[in-house]
C-alpha cells in the first residue's frame, strides 16, 4: 500500500505555490455526504458557487466552472472562441506560459511568442524568466499586424514559475492604443483570490482560474469567466470543443445545474471558500498576501540570495523564487530540506531547473507558519553550505513585528 500519510509528527508544511494548504472549515465543508446532483439541494448550492465566483473575479458576467484542473479551462478558453489556424500572440514569462502556448500549438492555433528582450547576468539563458510583460511589445507587435491576423493576445497574470506578477491593466491598454480587436485572455490561476484581480475593470475576455491555489481548495475545480465579446466569438468559432463548450453549460447553469455530473463534494468546499474570502473582503486577502510576500522576501534580502523576480515592480504576492548560486544543485536542496524538516518547496520548473526553489505564501497560513517554513529554508541552506550573509528569520521576524 501506498504510504501516503507517513508524516513522522506536526504538520507537514506544504509551502508549495500550489495546490496550498487548506483551511480546516474547507476540509469539514468537503467531508458532507454527497447528493444528487439533480436534486434540489444541489441546484441552490451550484447558484451559489456561480454567483460568489463572479465576485472573486470581479465581474458581472458569467463564470463557468468546470470539474477539470487549471489546464482544462486554459483549453476551454480556447476552444471556445477560436478557429483552426487562427493566430494568438503569446508572451513567455516562464513555464507556464509556454506550456499555454503548446496547448494551443496542439490545438492547430498558429501561435506566435514573445518575451522580454535584453540579458541577464544572473541567468543569461532565460533573461524572459525574471520580467513581467512588458506592455510595450504586445503595442508595437499588434500595431504591425494592419489586417488583425492576430485573434487572441494571451499572457498570464502571476507566473508561478518565477513568482513575477504581470499588470492586466496596462496589457489592455496596449491593446486599446494599437486599436487592435483582439480577445485579451489571462491565465490568472495562481493570481485569484491572492493578487488583485478584476476581470470586468480590466476588459479581459477570458480569465482562467484554478481552485488549489489562492481559493484554498484541492485541486479539480477550473474557471473561465468570460465577457460579452468572448462570448460573441464562440458563436463563430469553430475548433472542435464538446465537453469545454460553454453554450450548455451556461445553459444549465441558470438554474444551478450542470450538463454533466459535477465534483459535488469540492463545490461544497468552493461555497465555504467564497463565503471566507467574502467575509474578509477581497482587499484584506489581497494585503495579507502581500505583506506575506513582503516577509519572505525580507527573509531572501537578508540571506543575500537573488529573487527570481528582477523587477520589484513585479514582485508575486503569492510565490517568491530564490536563485542559487551555480554550484548548488536547489533540488537536492529542496529533498533534504523535505527529509530533515517536512516542508515542501516549490522547484524550479523547465529553463528553471536545478537552479531556484519556490517559497509559496498563500493558502491557510499565517506569520508563524511562514516564519517556520523560513527556518527551515534557512537550515536547509546552511546544511547544503550555501554561505548566507545574514538571518532571514530575524529579518522576516523583524518584518512581521513591525507591521
Ligand atoms: N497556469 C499557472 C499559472 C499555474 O500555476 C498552473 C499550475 O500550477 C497551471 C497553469 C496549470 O494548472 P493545472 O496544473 O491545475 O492544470
Redesign the pocket.
Known amino acids: 500500500m501506498l504510504e501516503l500519510d507517513s508524516h513522522p509528527r506536526g504538520r507537514h508544511f506544504l509551502q508549495i505555490?500550489?495546490p496550498s494548504p487548506v483551511p480546516e472549515r474547507i476540509l469539514r465543508a468537503l467531508s458532507q455526504p454527497t447528493i444528487d446532483h439533480r436534486g434540489p439541494e444541489f441546484g441552490a448550492l451550484g447558484l451559489k458557487v456561480v454567483g460568489g465566483m463572479r465576485k472573486i473575479f470581479q465581474t458581472s458576467q458569467p463564470v463557468i466552472v468546470y470539474p477539470?484542473?487549471?489546464?482544462?479551462?486554459?483549453e476551454a478558453a480556447l476552444v471556445n472562441t477560436l478557429s483552426p489556424g487562427d493566430r494568438v500572440l503569446m508572451y513567455e514569462t516562464?513555464h507556464?506560459?509556454s506550456?499555454?502556448a503548446k496547448l494551443a500549438t496542439r490545438l492547430s492555433l498558429e501561435v506566435e511568442c514573445v518575451t522580454s528582450t535584453g540579458s541577464d547576468p544572473v541567468l543569461p539563458h532565460a533573461p524572459g524568466w525574471r520580467r513581467p510583460v512588458d506592455p510595450r511589445q504586445i503595442e508595437e507587435r499588434l500595431r504591425r499586424d494592419g489586417s488583425h491576423r492576430i485573434k487572441a493576445v494571451c499572457v498570464?497574470?502571476?507566473?508561478?514559475?518565477t513568482g513575477v506578477t504581470s499588470s492586466i491593466a496596462s496589457i489592455r491598454a496596449a491593446l486599446h492604443a494599437a486599436k487592435h480587436p483582439a480577445l485579451l485572455m489571462v491565465?490568472?490561476?495562481?493570481?485569484l483570490a491572492s493578487a488583485d484581480y478584476r476581470h470586468d475593470e480590466w476588459g479581459v475576455d477570458v480569465s482562467?482560474g484554478?481552485?488549489?491555489?489562492g481559493l484554498m481548495l484541492p485541486?479539480g475545480i477550473?474557471f473561465n469567466a468570460v465577457s460579452q465579446r468572448a462570448l460573441e466569438a464562440a458563436k463563430t468559432a469553430t475548433l472542435p470543443r464538446s465537453f469545454w463548450s460553454w453554450d450548455e453549460m451556461l445553459e444549465s447553469n441558470r438554474t444551478g445545474y450542470f450538463p454533466f455530473t459535477p465534483n459535488t463534494n469540492l463545490l461544497y468546499g468552493l461555497s465555504e471558500s467564497i463565503d471566507m474570502l467574502l467575509a474578509e473582503g477581497l482587499d484584506n486577502v489581497f494585503r495579507r498576501h502581500e505583506r506575506w510576500g513582503a516577509g519572505v522576501r525580507a527573509a531572501v534580502g537578508a540571506w543575500g540570495l537573488p529573487i527570481q523576480c528582477a523587477d520589484p515592480a513585479a514582485y508575486s504576492p503569492v510565490v517568491t523564487g530564490v536563485i542559487l548560486p551555480e554550484e548548488v544543485d536547489a533540488d537536492a536542496l529542496r529533498q533534504l530540506i523535505l527529509q530533515r524538516f517536512d516542508l515542501s518547496l516549490g522547484m524550479g520548473l523547465g529553463k528553471l531547473k536545478g537552479r531556484m526553489f519556490r517559497i509559496g505564501h498563500l493558502g491557510d497560513s499565517n506569520d508563524l507558519t511562514l516564519l517556520a517554513a523560513i527556518a527551515g529554508c534557512e537550515m536547509g541552506l546552511k546544511l547544503s553550505g550555501v554561505a548566507l550573509a545574514g538571518s532571514g528569520v530575524q529579518a522576516a521576524m523583524d518584518h512581521f513585528a513591525s507591521r
Open positions: 505555490p500550489g477539470a484542473s487549471g489546464t482544462g479551462a486554459w516562464g507556464f506560459a506550456l499555454w498570464v497574470h502571476n507566473e508561478t514559475s491565465d490568472t490561476i495562481s493570481g482562467v484554478g481552485s488549489q491555489k485541486p477550473a
